[in-house]
């Protein structure tokens, strides 16, 4: 009788706090645009200049790199499981050929640079061009082919720093 009325009241105190069922009042969410302004020109800029390839946005990392067997799976994927890239280019088959980064003043705070430095390692480390905007110079449609078609080079730990190649579509 003591374990049904502890049971009773625990689902009690579970729905008032809204963990049962979908609570009676409205959840406090609501749709928000998932990329920023500039993120989306350079979208629509990747999607005209790479039309023969997939153009994702806003990637979970550990959606395109995997841990190797052998490895503690929780322990690598933990580094890396909050982590997302602004945008995964693959080709049609769905293979990924780079993950592109769109920085603004944002990345210059401690907390993202340290972020920032655990994806370009995961990146280099698994084999994967990691290629770098800054906001203030988003790449032309010309200058991100052009980024694309050179071999890659992992000299550094950086993939590619391309920062320059400002200019209109």
Not at 18 to 46: D, N, T
Not at 82 to 94: A, E, H, N, P, Q
Not at 128 to 145: G, M, T, Y
Request: charged share 20%; aromatic share 6%; net charge positive.
């Amino acid at each position: 009788m003591f374990l049904l009325v502890l049971v009773v009241a625990g689902l009690i105190i579970l729905k008032k706090l809204g963990v049962l069922g979908a609570g009676s009042g409205s959840w406090p969410f609501y749709i928000k645009k998932p990329l920023s302004q500039p993120e989306q020109v350079l979208y629509h800029r990747l999607v005209r200049a790479l039309p023969e390839h997939i153009i994702l946005a806003q990637v979970q990392v550990s959606r395109v790199l995997g841990v190797k067997k052998g490895s503690k799976f929780h322990e690598w994927n933990n580094k890396i499981n909050r982590l997302s890239y602004d945008f995964v280019i693959c080709g049609k088959d769905s293979s990924v050929i780079a993950a592109v980064e769109l920085d603004d003043k944002s990345h210059d705070a401690a907390k993202r640079v340290s972020a920032d430095a655990k994806k370009e390692k995961a990146s280099a480390d698994a084999g994967l061009r990691l290629i770098r905007w800054n906001v203030r110079a988003l790449p032309s449609e010309k200058v991100i082919q052009s980024e694309l078609a050179a071999p890659i080079s992992t000299a550094g730990g950086r993939q590619s720093q391309a920062s320059s190649g400002a200019g209109a579509a």
